[in-house]
């Protein structure tokens, strides 16, 4: 009886949904016809300036700037110190945030600790890469330069360049404001694991203007010959999709390479970083499944009067569930709220479970070495420390996985831990080994402690940043609103907050 009206509930929901569905795709056909008869943005290449699209689509402008609302920094290090640990000898040790509105993706990624900072075009950490997912900068510069020239130097070679945040030109063509791909890498990712790009939906475009931005990737070393025929390396933003787009898929992409991010300060293991699979993880999800795409739930309708547009305003669906989930869920606020908080809940236990183990392998790791472990001895238990890691991290980094695809979290999430502590079974005999019985990994229960056990300087980093800023950083701005490419107006009253001056 129960069994039976669960059953009959699920798949009313399943009709409603559907019905919902078809008729919100119904309605966008009509909103299509009307954007096909505006103006042109740009005759060519790419408008990569908001103001320049909200002279014709104001509303969706307003929306879009919404995005400023939401400036909060939420700084993932002192709420789980264990990732400094995690992450020791790599930047993301030093500084990293949870994601805030697009308005400030540029803002995030100049303060953020990470990027350093650099006193000339040819000199910090990063390569020009780590904008790519900032701005519709990125592809004008793409376009103006090529792809390759694009992905050449350092990050601070196109600070004066990668200006506006994410916005109308990185999701739309400039000519036809359709719905476009604007980054060459999806392109070639989706070609790679057997999409036809021509069989491409107007639904799954939907998704695929988010999956530009919201998956993983990993910077590939390409040679080629620039237009004087010098030899150039360019660091090219690559998916590694060819494998599958799963967790496993993915990680057997990198070993097939014997790719690295980078190695481990304590453990001295090869690791892998996870950047943000959303797409890839979303995917293995009821709702990816059932058809229902990013922009159902992050971008709903809106009517205003007798016009009805799309919320630009990109965040927590949750905030305005009436227009989200409850276009095509029955049940009520209240509820939905608490299914989310549940789906929250369950990953955030067994995400702790897995940093803790993960966490003190390294340091027992670091003991052994200390102790004599030979690299045989230690082979097994830094494959093991690589691959449970970047379970632990594909399962996290995209922040909404817990609700876009919560049973492959936690499925994920399980393995993980499961590495990390048969790595820990392993070490305690290695070190019984070398006469070590009675080691217990040092207290990292505290940002300072993990980020000191880890050797991060953030003092000394956070005052070089401090001076970037109030140096180099001026002159790009001063260059690129003297060329025309950045408008100050939008930027006032925005706030400059960062881990280090919240
Ligand atoms: C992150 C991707 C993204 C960004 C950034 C973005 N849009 Fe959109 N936009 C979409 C999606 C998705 C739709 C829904 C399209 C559909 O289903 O036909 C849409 C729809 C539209 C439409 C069609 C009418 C409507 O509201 O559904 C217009 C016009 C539009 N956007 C203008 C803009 C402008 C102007 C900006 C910049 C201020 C912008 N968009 C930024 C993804 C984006
Ligand atoms: C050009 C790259 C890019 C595209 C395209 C993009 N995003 Fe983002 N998104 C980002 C970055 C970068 C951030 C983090 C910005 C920050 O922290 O300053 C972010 C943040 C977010 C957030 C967090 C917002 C908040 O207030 O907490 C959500 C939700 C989100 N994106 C959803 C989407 C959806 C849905 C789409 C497609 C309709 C999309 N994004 C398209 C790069 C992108
Ligand atoms: C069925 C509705 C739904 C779909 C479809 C969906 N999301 Fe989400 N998304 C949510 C909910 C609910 C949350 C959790 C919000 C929270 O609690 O902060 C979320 C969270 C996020 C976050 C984290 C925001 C933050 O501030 O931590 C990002 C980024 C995001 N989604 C991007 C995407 C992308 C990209 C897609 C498509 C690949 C997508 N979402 C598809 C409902 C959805
Ligand atoms: C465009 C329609 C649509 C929207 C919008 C939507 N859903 Fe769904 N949802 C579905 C469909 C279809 C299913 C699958 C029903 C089935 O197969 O039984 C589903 C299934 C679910 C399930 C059950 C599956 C599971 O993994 O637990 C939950 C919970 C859920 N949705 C929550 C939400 C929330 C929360 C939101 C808003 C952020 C939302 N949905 C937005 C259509 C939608």
């Known amino acids: 009886m129960n069994k039976y009206k669960i059953l009959l509930g699920g798949s009313l929901v399943a009709i409603v949904a559907m019905g919902v569905l078809a008729n919100s795709i119904s309605g966008k056909q009509e909103e299509r016809t009307i954007i096909n008869s505006t103006p042109v943005i740009k005759e060519k290449g790419i408008e990569s300036r908001n103001e320049e699209w909200a002279k014709y689509f104001p509303r969706q402008y307003d929306s879009w700037k919404q995005t400023k609302q939401n400036d909060t920094i939420d700084d993932m290090i ?8 995690l992450w020791a000898g790599y930047g993301f040790a030093k500084d990293y945030n949870a994601p805030r509105g697009h308005f400030y993706a540029v803002q995030s990624n100049i303060n953020s600790l990470r990027t350093g900072a650099p006193v000339g075009p040819d000199t910090g950490p990063m390569p020009t890469a780590c904008w790519t997912c900032k701005s519709p900068d990125v592809p004008r510069v793409m376009d103006e330069e090529g792809e390759n020239e694009f992905f050449t130097g350092k990050w601070a070679r196109l600070g004066d360049q990668i200006v506006n945040p994410i916005g109308c030109g990185d999701c739309h063509d400039s000519q036809t404001t359709n719905l476009t791909i604007t980054r060459p890498h999806l392109k070639r990712a989706l070609e790679a694991s057997g999409t036809k790009l021509d069989e491409i939906t107007h639904q799954e475009m939907r998704s695929l203007v988010c999956a530009q931005c919201h998956v993983e990737y990993y910077f590939k070393k390409t040679e080629y010959k620039d237009k004087a025929g010098k030899d150039q390396v360019a660091a090219v933003v690559t ?216 050797g991060v300087p953030l003092q000394e980093l956070v005052d070089e940043k401090l001076e970037f800023k109030k140096t180099l950083l001026e002159e790009w701005n001063q260059k690129a609103v003297a060329g025309g490419r950045l408008n100050m107006e939008p930027r006032k009253g925005m706030s400059d907050k960062s881990s280090y001056a919240k």
């Open 78 to 85: 002192e709420k789980k110190p264990q990732l400094a640990i």
């Open 239 to 454: 998916l590694p999709w060819a494998e599958g787009l799963n967790v496993e898929g993915i990680e057997k992409y990198y070993d097939s390479y014997g790719f690295s991010d980078w190695t481990h300060k304590i453990s001295k293991t090869p690791m892998l970083k996870a950047q943000h699979p959303g797409y890839e993880l979303y995917k293995t999800g009821i709702h990816a499944r059932r058809g229902v795409a990013c922009a159902d739930c992050h971008m709903p309708y809106v009517r205003e009067g007798a016009v009805k547009y799309s919320d630009h305003h990109i965040a927590n669906p949750l905030d305005n569930i009436a227009n989200t989930c409850l276009t095509c869920h029955r049940e009520s606020e209240e509820e939905f709220k608490a299914v989310v908080k549940r789906k929250f809940e369950r990953k955030e236990q067994l995400m702790e479970l897995a940093m803790n183990s993960l966490g003190k392998a390294h340091l027992e790791a670091g003991r052994a070495w200390e102790a004599g472990a030979s690299e045989a001895e230690m082979a097994d238990i830094q494959q093991l420390i690589r691959s449970g890691q970047w379970m632990w991290d594909y399962a996290i980094a995209s922040h909404g996985s817990f609700y876009h695809a919560p049973e492959e979290t936690l499925r994920i999430l399980s393995v993980a831990n499961d590495k990390g502590q048969e790595a820990r079974v392993k070490l305690v005999a290695v070190l019984a080994k070398h006469n070590v019985f009675d080691y217990v990994a040092p207290d990292f229960s505290t940002k300072e402690k993990a980020q000191e056990i880890a």
